[in-house]
């Protein structure tokens, strides 16, 4: 993944010499270990700026939303996802992208490697499969494997779907997933644990949004949590209030989530907030055959119906 | 000024003691990191952290505070009143901050307590509160606390500083109040090791190795900087949430809510952040900040030129880092603060 | 507890269960007072966040009816809301409300005896369950 880099910048350079778009949206260096910048790049001199490595967990379609240039986006598999729901739900048109393919092996999980690194983490360096993490006189050597984010292990589309050209070879896909795992094991739970659990779950929220914000799915003029007339949800730290909070913005995302794994990477508190939007994921699957953002024919889940749409709940 | 030595023996049974008198707060390991939580019987502070993941500014002031409440079952006394609420603002000691984060109460203090308004609820709980600081002998990469008007072994806002010197803390006595703290918890050995903790103190400083340059803020006009060009490039990759103004020691602002429960309700106020769009939305519907852009530069803008005009007394912010660490897009307050003190309007001919 | 009787919300298309609700009032069928009916133009208008104030201000239960497919008034309403309750069913009971508290219905206006019989299945269903304790908000401790 980290040979993606030249080819990145050779396609950018030559996309803003030859005027074929306005701008290129990718990652910058970031400032602190295991973070990059989403940033926008406009002149060819500028395109060394762009990086690519573990760490470009932000999803950019999130900042694809309502523009009004050409662009040309890097994107991995799950980005490229969200650019295909963004352009379904009409938030941006598809000739006015162009979208670099990066066949992604998975991003790293900055929570989970502090986690596992008792002292402050100075620097983090990445050599193929295998993350190097460097304090105060003392390094730690990780498998890549064992610090992927957990949507990046799990993964089934690590290519892009669309793309007007790819950095490099196609990744292999990975297959004998079990995608559902920890959905299951809660399905199972008595009502009593399931509440304990996700009370448990959201004690550390607190209601910073950079879960709804980070998501490429959630650009509503006005959130639901903003609304005022009326108003439906109250601005506390009251655990229904967070609970709902949580409940209805995964609904939101019913049918539309593609697992980017944005919203958890960006949670200050470490909070699985995936743990909502997958139960809804597994469901469309189960229900719909549903997978979103694999392609541009098809209507998203409850944005159609079949007349034999299962209805055993209903009386 | 007085230093006492307390022996890491005598640590948890002076605290016990002092719980006779006080509530205590401390740091405390929960799943993955620290925070500040109300110390129970036998529980001791967790020292082992560099600094806690939340700021303590809510043990003053709560994310979600009930100022007033009412009742309207006219069985219950004092019914159809809109009354203060009862709170505990008994003694309570907040062991273990850092040094920057009690400073960071001095900040916000002006704006809590004024000549013109004060505001009871933070007065009350700020003037409670004894504030026993934990020097930090290893700052962090992101901490700039020397540049930003205060530093590891700060003392301003701190009652008593206690500084690890391995198998026993000194503690400076800063005010009288910390005095009294000591007293209560049976430390008494007093020693002369002054020295001591300006070697320490100076090792300290001497380990943070980042900066902002703030010198240049004050002389430059509100509306150059308000006009800069850079914003939209800041802004680009901020994606409006709260993080930074919700883990921020500075941050104060917040919102009063009204709630009903069937035939009672209360009043409260919530921490706001200027992140939301909501923050600033007129009842007509105009919202003053409607991008994102703009949000952006209030947040940069208030910390970094507001606050330093209106005050004069330097940057609202105390070098924490906590909204380098913590922001989900990695937006560096020390990079915008270098970038707008050496902003300069360029002058065109025409 | 044993005078305990559980609040209801009831959603009711206008078109149909709403109707089928006066019928039953109409034709003097018997049933526990324990619905309040609020009338939707149609179950496609059904949106989450009234379900979840309903339990939030402490119903016991929360009842959703509407015409049969293929009879919307607005032709297809009913299919896009049955794709939405069924998610939306499995996702608050996943979180933890109980199964039985929120039920779905299809009833036409013609069936006053239907809306009778499925109001005391609910209702009955409710009452087995207890009063509702999990989505409630209250005041709270973690609100200093």
């Known amino acids: ?315 | ?350 | 507890m044993s005078d305990w009787e559980p609040k209801i919300v009831a959603f009711l298309c206008n078109w149909c269960s709403y109707e089928a609700a006066d019928l039953a009032g109409i034709s003097r069928l018997q049933y526990p007072p324990n619905i309040r009916v609020i009338r939707i133009p149609c179950t496609g208008r059904m949106s989450p966040k009234f379900i979840l104030a309903a339990f939030g201000k402490g119903a016991d239960g929360v009842w959703v009816s509407g015409c049969h497919p293929g009879d919307c008034h607005y032709i297809v309403g009913n299919y896009y809301a049955r794709r939405k309750f069924s998610l939306f069913k499995d996702l608050i009971e996943y979180m933890g409300i109980e199964p039985g508290r929120l039920h779905f219905s299809w009833i036409s206006a013609a069936e006053g005896t239907r809306f009778a019989e499925v109001a005391i299945k609910v209702i009955k269903t409710v009452k087995d369950l207890g009063p509702s304790k999990y989505f409630i908000k209250k005041i709270n401790d973690r609100v200093a």
């Not at chain 1, 892009?160 to 297959?175: G, N, R, S």
């Not at chain 2, 890491?8 to 509530?23: F, Q, T, V």
């Not at chain 2, 008007?149 to 006595?173: S, T």
């Open chain 2, 1 to 350: 000024m007085k230093i006492i030595r307390i022996d890491k023996k005598n640590w948890a049974g002076g605290l016990e003691k002092l719980k006779g008198s006080y509530r205590l707060f401390g740091p405390v390991k929960d799943n993955e990191f620290h925070n500040f939580k109300r110390l129970d019987k036998d529980e001791l502070p967790d020292f082992n952290y560099f600094n806690t993941r939340l700021s303590p500014k809510s043990i003053i002031y709560p994310q979600s505070e009930i100022m007033l409440e009412y009742e309207l079952d006219e069985n219950k006394e004092n019914h159809h009143v809109m009354k203060e609420s009862k709170k505990d603002y008994s003694q309570r000691v907040v062991i273990g901050i850092r040094p920057c984060d009690a400073s960071a109460f001095l900040l916000v203090k002006r704006n809590f307590d004024t000549p013109e308004y004060k505001d009871p609820y933070w007065i009350r709980s700020y003037e409670a509160t004894t504030f026993v600081g934990l020097a930090c002998n290893n700052p962090q990469a992101t901490c700039f606390c020397t540049s930003a008007g205060c530093g590891p072994f700060y003392e301003d806002g701190l009652d008593v500083l206690l500084v690890d010197a391995g198998d026993h803390f000194l503690a400076k006595i800063i005010s009288s109040k910390g005095e009294n703290l000591l007293e209560a918890a049976g430390w008494d050995t007093e020693t002369d090791a002054d020295e001591q903790i300006e070697t320490m103190k100076q090792e300290a400083e001497a380990r943070i190795t980042s900066f902002v340059t703030t010198n240049k803020l004050k002389d430059k006009k509100i509306i150059d900087l308000f006009d800069a060009p850079f914003w939209e490039e800041v802004a680009f990759a901020c994606i409006n949430c709260g993080t930074c103004t919700y883990v921020c020691p500075t941050c104060w602002c917040f919102d009063i809510q009204d709630e009903a429960y069937g035939l009672c309700g209360i009043r409260m106020r919530n921490w706001d952040s200027c992140m939301f769009p909501l923050f600033t939305l007129h009842g007509s519907g105009h919202n003053p900040r409607s991008t994102n852009m703009q949000r952006v530069r209030q947040r940069f803008m208030h910390k970094l030129k507001y606050y330093v005009d209106k005050y004069n007394d330097g940057i609202q912010c105390v070098g924490c880092g906590r909204c380098i660490r913590l922001c989900p897009v990695n937006i560096d307050i020390r990079k915008i603060c270098n970038m707008m003190n050496s902003y300069e309007v360029q002058v065109t001919s025409d």
């Open chain 1, 1 to 315: 993944m980290l040979g993606y880099l030249t080819k990145i910048w050779t396609i950018s350079e030559r996309l803003l010499k030859e005027s074929k778009v306005d701008m290129v949206i990718g990652f910058r260096k970031g400032t602190v270990p295991m973070m990059n910048e989403p940033c926008v790049v406009k002149s060819p001199e500028n395109v060394k700026e762009l990086v690519w490595d573990s760490n470009c967990g932000i999803n950019l379609a999130n900042y694809l939303t309502d523009r009004k240039e050409k662009i040309a986006v890097i994107a991995k598999g799950c980005d490229s996802r969200n650019i295909v729901t963004h352009i379904i739900e009409n938030k941006i048109k598809r000739d006015q992208l162009f979208v670099i393919g990066v066949p992604c092996k998975g991003m790293i999980d900055r929570h989970k490697i502090s986690s596992m690194f008792e002292k402050e983490i100075i620097e983090v360096i990445e050599e193929e499969n295998k993350i190097i993490v460097r304090g105060n006189d003392c390094e730690k050597i990780f498998k890549k494997a064992e610090v992927l984010q957990e949507n990046c292990a799990i993964c089934i589309h690590r290519n892009p779907v669309i793309y007007d050209e790819l950095v490099a070879e196609p990744v292999k896909e990975q297959t004998d997933i079990d995608r559902y795992k920890d959905v299951r094991r809660i399905e199972e739970m008595q009502v009593e644990e399931k509440n304990n659990f996700f009370d448990e779950t959201l004690s550390a929220c607190i209601r910073c949004y950079a879960c709804r914000n980070a998501c490429p799915l959630c650009y509503c003029p006005t959130c639901f949590v903003d609304e005022s007339r009326p108003q439906w949800l109250g601005k506390s730290i009251d655990p229904v209030d967070i609970k709902t909070f949580h409940l209805l913005r995964a609904f939101h995302c019913a049918g539309r989530c593609t697992d980017c794994g944005a919203c958890q990477r960006a949670c200050p508190m470490g909070i699985n907030v995936r743990i909502f939007t997958k139960k809804l994921e597994k469901d469309c699957f189960e229900l719909y055959g549903w997978e979103a953002g694999m392609s541009l024919d098809e209507r998203p889940p409850l944005d159609t119906y079949r007349p034999d749409d299962p209805e055993d709940f209903i009386k």
